[in-house]
């Protein structure tokens, strides 16, 4: 915590918003010690603290900037909206625009609704899924991340102490006074393992809802999902009555039509955000037209009420719709290639230095892990006492070099980098490395 003697511009506004925010902050994830770097502002891939110190921001907002700061062409397009109103209790074209846009990068996008966050999308999608099969049930991935929905908060971030046999893993509350009711409905499978998430699911065939799926899980160890597994959970579905989707608030990134356009399957339902606000806060619900029908306000019986006062307005619509159009096959191919390069120099770098690491990704994103061989699960992913403090070590080295990076050692990059900022990043972690080995 800060001391009284640093009397840095920081500190002292730390010290101010431990007076009215719980730990002085509003999200947990920009707490560091001694206090949060304060954001001043930031251009292209580059972000300026309150102190003057300038660094790379592979953070991008927690993988949701896919332009970097300030991008000219969502600055000039919100810009333009801003002076022609902000919200209205009317519709607007820049939705039904940004609607038809969406839809146009994926063929499972039938029908799509705004809404203002990736925990709202996925809210939307399971409370949707129930609504379709009149089943309660939903089932997740053992410690993936889908927001703070009660249901798909179950299991985000077990323990060995309370994560059950691998066979049965239990669902393990996040947040203390979780209804016992939400656990049970619940049903907790591991990643990448056909056979046993099978098994598990067999055991509650007519009552699941749906099968909840992000295809790179981020916290699971952003390993992409097998083809066979992502397979057999759309069989099972199928012959099942359950819907399968899939939670593409991250990876939506990584193709043009999303992470799913790699795999031959199509998902009954798919929640967006992040990335597709352009810098905004956004989420999106989208897929099969027969199930995006229970939000038909025009149907003869509306099965899912669904609404949301800041839902589509027109600036997070326009800035996405600018965002978007940007995000085009050559960008996203070239920002895929930008990370291809990173994770082949930090292999290289792991090699040549020894270190007890190892780098996994796909799309724009990648993730060094302090553990030797490379988790298939979040099992494996689990970092014990002595792997957090040395990724304390390797991220507080890259800080002082000038790196942001997510608090995981995790990268999502922007089209603004260059081969030089991936280049930089990992003559940073080569050198971090060499102090981690130096340290045994
Ligand atoms: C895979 C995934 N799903 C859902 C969410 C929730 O999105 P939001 O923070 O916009 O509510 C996140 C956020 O990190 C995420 O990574």
Same mark, same amino acid.
């Given at each position: ?19 009215? #925010? ?27 603290? #309150? ?20 991008? @000219? ?7 333009? +909206?801003?002076?022609?109103?902000? %919200?209205?209790?009317? *519709? ?55 927001? +703070? ?6 299991? +985000? ?36 393992? &056909? ?16 099968? #909840? #799926?992000?295809?790179? &899980? ?5 390993? @992409? ?41 199509? @998902? ?36 899912? &009420? ?7 307005? &027109? ?41 007890? %690491? ?16 490379? @988790? ?61 080995? *130096?340290?045994?």
């Amino acid at each position: 915590m800060s001391t009284r003697t640093d009397t840095t511009r920081s500190a002292v506004l730390y010290a101010r918003a431990l007076d009215v #925010l719980p730990g002085g902050v509003s999200r947990n994830t920009v707490l560091r010690a001694p206090h949060p770097a304060y954001a001043d502002y930031g251009v292209g891939c580059r972000v300026t603290d #309150l102190e003057g110190v300038t660094r790379i921001d592979f953070s991008n907002n927690m993988a949701s900037l896919i332009h970097g700061h300030a991008c @000219p062409e969502i600055v000039r397009a919100v810009t333009e +909206q801003l002076a022609r109103g902000t %919200a209205f209790m009317m *519709a607007t074209e820049a939705e039904v625009r940004y609607a038809e846009h969406l839809c146009s990068r994926n063929r499972a996008f039938e029908k799509l609704r705004f809404v203002n966050s990736g925990t709202e999308a996925l809210m939307a999608a399971l409370k949707a899924s129930r609504a379709y099969t009149g089943r309660p049930k939903i089932a997740k991935i053992e410690g993936a991340y889908h927001g +703070q929905y009660d249901y798909a908060e179950v299991s +985000q971030a077990p323990d060995p102490k309370t994560w059950g046999s691998v066979d049965h893993p239990r669902s393990v509350p996040l947040a203390h006074g979780t209804p016992e009711s939400a656990l049970r409905d619940v049903v907790v499978i591991p990643f990448n393992d &056909p056979e046993r998430a099978i098994a598990i699911l067999d055991g509650h065939a007519d009552e699941l809802a749906c099968v #909840l #799926l992000d295809l790179m &899980p981020h916290r699971v160890g952003l390993k @992409p999902a097998d083809a066979e597994f992502v397979t057999a959970l759309r069989d099972w579905a199928t012959r099942h009555g359950a819907l399968l989707v899939l939670d593409e608030v991250i990876t939506f990134r990584s193709e043009v039509g999303g992470l799913q356009s790699r795999y031959d399957v199509t @998902p009954d339902l798919t929640a967006l955000g992040k990335a597709i606000g352009g810098g905004f806060p956004v989420g999106a619900v989208t897929g099969r037209a027969e199930v995006m029908e229970v939000m038909n306000p025009l149907a003869d019986r509306l099965l899912l &009420p669904h609404s949301g006062t800041f839902s589509a307005n &027109p600036i997070t619509t326009t800035a996405g719709l600018a965002a978007m159009e940007k995000f085009d096959e050559p960008a996203v191919a070239r920002l895929n290639a930008l990370a291809e390069r990173a994770m082949k120099g930090i292999d290289d770098a792991i090699r040549a230095t020894g270190v007890r %690491a190892c780098v996994t990704g796909g799309g724009s994103m990648f993730r060094v892990h302090m553990k030797e061989r490379t @988790p298939r699960n979040f099992r494996e992913a689990f970092l014990g006492p002595e792997e957090n403090r040395r990724l304390k070590v390797l991220l507080d080295h890259l800080f002082a070099e000038g790196f942001l990076l997510i608090n995981t050692c995790s990268a999502a990059l922007s089209t603004p980098m260059t081969e030089a900022e991936i280049d930089a990043l990992v003559s940073a972690l080569a050198t971090g490395f060499e102090k981690l080995v *130096a340290a045994g």
